[in-house]
């Protein structure tokens, strides 16, 4: 018995679309298993309410079979994803799943996994189909570890770059900073000093001075070499030189006092010093040196020996005090007169030395006299001895010291000489005269 024409002909359509299905199947998964990117085709696993709580394998192609390191093809069916894959619960990848299988919103975007197996970057597309979802993959790792690697890269040439800039600013900073010192040095060493010259390693006179020449009246010519030795005084040529020799051979810093010839033909004391300047090998390059007229620095400092020694000298109290009457110094003489100890000087009030019967007249006439006008105060009162309280009638100078440039008080200055001789023979001849008119008024 035969079929009906049309049963047939339905039988042969269904066949040829059979075949066609099977074709196009074997189509696919000749395409699955030869894609570079990983497939696999999951089926969700539901809870009672119905929510998606895991996937559950149905296949997948080698490249994700090595991915995954699970079984290939259909052998892996069965396998649910976050039993697989623990560490996936609960991480935004999971996220994206459940969402694609409970919305059947497609998914695509590059994300990290870290765990389990897992430290890579993946491109996935996450689709559903029907009531399954199917992933398509590929692990980009590589490309983003590259690109990690050139944005360090880049990262650190910045860096470099404004690490090199830093650098170069630094240095501009440096180069300022010593350009400014060398101003300072020069502005320095034009305001305190007269000369300034340069020598070779070996302390010969090569380059011009003009401050030297300006001052000695020396040539070019007389200076260089050790021409400049003709313009010290001939009897302290000879330790100049000798001086200058043994600092150039033991290369140490050279300095010495000489009387150096002005141009006026007049002879001033000058300091000289010299230090030798080094080469990156240590080797001396060159020397560097100055000399200083100080004659009357000299003068003034002798004219202040000479005085000090003179108030050392004096039997008279001599002191000096701060603003506020604190003793800085008071002579030998003087702290012998009060029985000061050299110790107690620096803590003494100027005032405590002064007898109690008499501090009220220093508090309102000597001060006022002293700190205002006329600026001192001359008379007679009496010192108090520190350790046996006796009365010590002094004439008393004191006043108002100032300083020479701004007229500013400085401190006090006190003189006193001892009166005690005086005021016994002023008494006893008080004395003597009462007893004359006694004398007389009984005759």
């Given at each position: 018995?035969?079929?009906?024409?049309?049963?047939?002909?339905?039988?042969?359509?269904?066949?040829?679309?059979?075949?066609?299905?099977?074709?196009?199947?074997?189509?696919?998964?000749?395409?699955?298993?030869?894609?570079?990117?990983?497939?696999?085709?999951h089926r969700p696993v539901r809870d009672a309410a119905g929510a998606?709580?895991?996937?559950?394998?149905?296949?997948?192609?080698?490249?994700?079979?090595?991915?995954?390191?699970?079984?290939?093809?259909?052998?892996?069916?069965?396998?649910?994803?976050?039993?697989?894959?623990?560490?996936?619960?609960?991480?935004?990848?999971?996220?994206?799943?459940?969402?694609?299988?409970?919305?059947?919103?497609?998914?695509?975007?590059?994300?990290?996994?870290?765990?389990?197996?897992?430290?890579?970057?993946?491109?996935?597309?996450?689709?559903?189909?029907?009531?399954?979802?199917?992933?398509?993959?590929?692990?980009?790792?590589?490309?983003?570890?590259?690109?990690?690697?050139?944005?360090?890269?880049?990262?650190?040439?910045?860096?470099?770059?404004?690490?090199?800039?830093?650098?170069?600013?630094?240095?501009?900073?440096?180069?300022?900073?010593?350009?400014?010192?060398?101003?300072?040095?020069?502005?320095?060493?034009?305001?305190?000093?007269?000369?300034?010259?340069?020598?070779?390693?070996?302390?010969?006179?090569?380059?011009?001075?003009?401050?030297?020449?300006?001052?000695?009246?020396?040539?070019?010519?007389?200076?260089?070499?050790?021409?400049?030795?003709?313009?010290?005084?001939?009897?302290?040529?000879?330790?100049?030189?000798?001086?200058?020799?043994?600092?150039?051979?033991?290369?140490?810093?050279?300095?010495?006092?000489?009387?150096?010839?002005?141009?006026?033909?007049?002879?001033?004391?000058?300091?000289?010093?010299?230090?030798?300047?080094?080469?990156?090998?240590?080797?001396?390059?060159?020397?560097?040196?100055?000399?200083?007229?100080?004659?009357?620095?000299?003068?003034?400092?002798?004219?202040?020996?000479?005085?000090?020694?003179?108030?050392?000298?004096?039997?008279?109290?001599?002191?000096?005090?701060?603003?506020?009457?604190?003793?800085?110094?008071?002579?030998?003489?003087?702290?012998?007169?009060?029985?000061?100890?050299?110790?107690?000087?620096?803590?003494?009030?100027?005032?405590?030395?002064?007898?109690?019967?008499?501090?009220?007249?220093?508090?309102?006439?000597?001060?006022?006299?002293?700190?205002?006008?006329?600026?001192?105060?001359?008379?007679?009162?009496?010192?108090?001895?520190?350790?046996?309280?006796?009365?010590?009638?002094?004439?008393?100078?004191?006043?108002?010291?100032?300083?020479?440039?701004?007229?500013?008080?400085?401190?006090?200055?006190?003189?006193?000489?001892?009166?005690?001789?005086?005021?016994?023979?002023?008494?006893?001849?008080?004395?003597?005269?009462?007893?004359?008119?006694?004398?007389?008024?009984?005759?």
């Open positions: 018995m035969t079929d009906p024409p049309s049963l047939a002909a339905a039988r042969a359509r269904i066949a040829a679309l059979e075949a066609r299905l099977a074709e196009e199947s074997e189509l696919l998964r000749a395409s699955q298993e030869t894609s570079p990117h990983g497939f696999s085709y998606v709580v895991d996937l559950e394998y149905r296949y997948q192609n080698a490249v994700a079979a090595r991915i995954n390191r699970l079984p290939v093809g259909h052998e892996v069916a069965g396998v649910q994803m976050l039993v697989a894959f623990p560490s996936l619960r609960g991480s935004s990848l999971w996220e994206h799943y459940r969402r694609v299988a409970e919305t059947g919103e497609p998914w695509r975007g590059e994300i990290p996994y870290k765990g389990d197996h897992f430290d890579d970057w993946f491109r996935i597309t996450a689709t559903r189909l029907g009531d399954a979802v199917a992933l398509t993959f590929e692990a980009v790792t590589d490309r983003h570890r590259a690109e990690a690697a050139r944005a360090e890269l880049l990262s650190r040439e910045s860096l470099a770059r404004a690490e090199a800039e830093a650098a170069r600013e630094h240095m501009r900073v440096l180069l300022r900073q010593v350009r400014q010192q060398e101003e300072r040095y020069r502005s320095l060493i034009q305001a305190t000093t007269q000369m300034v010259w340069t020598t070779t390693a070996d302390g010969r006179v090569e380059a011009d001075s003009e401050s030297w020449r300006e001052f000695t009246g020396q040539t070019l010519e007389q200076f260089q070499g050790r021409g400049w030795a003709d313009a010290v005084h001939p009897e302290d040529r000879a330790r100049a030189e000798a001086v200058w020799r043994a600092a150039v051979e033991g290369r140490r810093p050279y300095a010495v006092e000489y009387r150096l010839r002005r141009r006026d033909g007049a002879y001033r004391l000058t300091v000289a010093r010299a230090v030798p300047l080094l080469g990156e090998d240590g080797a001396v390059r060159e020397w560097v040196g100055t000399n200083t007229d100080v004659t009357e620095q000299r003068r003034d400092e002798l004219d202040r020996a000479r005085l000090a020694r003179l108030v050392e000298e004096s039997t008279d109290f001599v002191g000096l005090a701060d603003r506020e009457g604190r003793a800085i110094y008071i002579n030998e003489a003087g702290a012998r007169l009060v029985g000061l100890t050299a110790a107690a000087v620096p803590h003494q009030r100027i005032v405590d030395l002064v007898h109690e019967a008499d501090r009220s007249l220093v508090e309102n006439t000597v001060l006022p006299a002293v700190f205002g006008a006329p600026g001192r105060w001359t008379g007679e009162l009496r010192f108090r001895h520190q350790a046996s309280g006796e009365p010590i009638w002094v004439s008393w100078s004191v006043f108002l010291v100032r300083d020479p440039s701004s007229d500013a008080a400085l401190g006090i200055g006190t003189i006193a000489r001892d009166r005690r001789a005086q005021k016994a023979a002023e008494a006893e001849r008080e004395e003597r005269k009462a007893i004359l008119d006694l004398l007389i008024a009984q005759s």
